[in-house]
């Protein structure tokens, strides 16, 4: 993680995100449309984990 990273703020984000998709899934949403949503906050994950460019 990038020094600057609101771990806490973070962290509520993907639990967020998990109860969102867990809601989703028991209310039949579409295995692909979820899996399209953990893609996505996966790749967010990795992109804070990068080093930034330099200035």
């Given at each position: 993680?990038?020094?600057?990273?609101d771990?806490?703020?973070?962290?509520?984000?993907y639990?967020?995100?998990?109860?969102?998709?867990s809601?989703?899934?028991?209310?039949?949403v579409?295995a692909?449309?979820?899996d399209?949503?953990?893609?996505?906050?996966l790749?967010?994950?990795?992109?804070?984990?990068?080093?930034?460019?330099?200035?």
């Amino acid at each position: 993680m990038r020094p600057a990273t609101d771990l806490v703020g973070l962290a509520t984000l993907y639990e967020g995100l998990l109860v969102g998709l867990s809601i989703q899934a028991r209310d039949g949403v579409p295995a692909g449309a979820i899996d399209a949503a953990i893609t996505q906050a996966l790749l967010a994950w990795d992109a804070n984990c990068r080093e930034p460019a330099p200035a």
